[in-house]
């Protein structure tokens, strides 16, 4: 259990530390160790929930956290040295927190990966999963490079989709601010002045002068309600995103949908590539790979797994789910006959990534043009239906 504690230390300055420990005693005991006057112990926020699965602590970088370790072991350091001067140099009361942790665990005997898997929360099942498989091979600065070079693939694949999203983003931000304006300010004040007289309007500018006598008569509501749609939108949002689902309803979409499994695949091949090649058999590997994929993906890896048992091979049983594309399906054959299923998958996985990355810049060139024209055209359809009336007037009046 995690405990947040407020204690004096011997500086006589008040502190905040997060400490794992069976109960609120063996907390109290752990920082009298550490020369600490606990103040105050009580259960850390979120202590009781689950950890999302494959998802680190963000107040801890895992990846910048494994790449001092890997530099620290390269320099010759043992694991408890590389710990300690970790910990000299960490500033931060969480990070110092899990770094004392591991420190502890370390110097109780226990292995790596086991004080490692102490902290679900920290350390998601795929890391520890490649660590406990170094710990086999004593390689663990080579394993850490691998995961290094498997992040840093992931972010790049990360980051090209996010630039991607910016402009759009942006554009649809303000494309939506300017219509909010145009409809909650300019539009009921226009109704204020073409109410009175008499005219007959075009039916499309009689509902939208109708829309702004609604607004400017019931301001308060139409804001209030117009705020809970957006919050409870943003809410939903965050949890459908958190669920995983979104990637199964984008897969059904037409033009992008086949893409978005494309992308999925190859981080499905990278990762499973990456344990294959740590040394991890091909059945604890597709349990550790089921926490990083999306929920559709991870029951078709259930079924995968269960003809791999029976006597299956890796290949069968992508082709089987629907797992393997026909380039990816042909470098597994070739991948087990070799014997380099692993370094197969990778290719495979750096194949789709160039491919995928390619489609994201075309994509992106179509599409941010034709979501520009969008915005312009509904704004320009208001501005045109509020002004419709006076261009109606001035004929008349010539």
């Not at 920290?122 to 890391?127: D, S």
């Amino acid at each position: 259990m995690r405990f947040e504690v407020r204690a004096l230390s011997p500086d006589n300055l008040i502190e905040t530390h997060i400490v794992d420990a069976p109960d609120a005693a063996e907390a109290n005991r752990l920082l009298e160790q550490q020369r600490l006057q606990p103040l105050s112990i009580r259960a850390a926020r979120g202590a009781g929930a689950a950890a999302v699965p494959g998802r680190g602590n963000k107040s801890f970088s895992l990846l910048l956290f494994s790449a001092e370790l890997l530099a620290l072991l390269e320099a010759g350091l043992s694991l408890v040295e590389a710990f300690a001067a970790l910990l000299e140099k960490e500033g931060s009361p969480a990070s110092r927190s899990v770094l004392e942790c591991l420190m502890r665990d370390l110097r109780e005997g226990l292995r790596f990966s086991a004080a490692l898997g102490r902290q679900p929360d920290v350390f998601p099942p795929l890391y520890v999963g490649i660590m406990r498989a170094a710990e086999g091979t004593s390689d663990l600065p080579r394993a850490l490079s691998r995961y290094l070079d498997y992040q840093t693939r992931l972010e790049t694949v990360r980051n090209k989709m996010i630039s991607a999203l910016i402009y759009p983003v942006i554009l649809l931000t303000v494309g939506c601010g300017v219509t909010l304006f145009l409809m909650g300010y300019v539009v009921p004040r226009f109704a204020g002045v073409y109410q009175g007289s008499g005219r007959s309007l075009p039916w499309l500018s009689q509902l939208l002068l109708d829309w702004g006598q609604f607004v400017g008569q019931h301001k308060d509501v139409v804001f209030a309600a117009l705020a809970v749609l957006v919050l409870s939108a943003g809410w939903w949002l965050r949890k459908f995103i958190a669920s995983g689902r979104w990637i199964a309803v984008l897969t059904q979409l037409p033009g992008i949908g086949e893409r978005v499994r494309i992308i999925e695949l190859s981080r499905l091949y990278l990762t499973t590539g990456m344990l294959l090649e740590g040394g991890i058999p091909i059945l604890a590997a597709l349990d550790i790979v089921g926490n990083t994929v999306s929920p559709g993906t991870r029951a078709a890896l259930l079924v995968a797994r269960g003809i791999i048992s029976d006597g299956g091979t890796l290949s069968q049983a992508f082709e089987t789910c629907r797992l393997a594309t026909p380039i990816a399906l042909r470098m597994l054959r070739v991948g087990e006959k070799s014997g380099q299923l692993g370094t197969m998958l990778t290719r495979s996985a750096l194949f789709y990534e160039g491919e995928s990355a390619r489609w994201i810049e075309r994509f992106t060139k179509v599409f941010e043009p034709v979501l520009m024209t969008t915005i312009g055209l509904l704004v320009g359809l208001i501005v045109i239906l509020l002004y419709m009336p006076i261009f109606d007037l001035a004929g008349t009046l010539q």
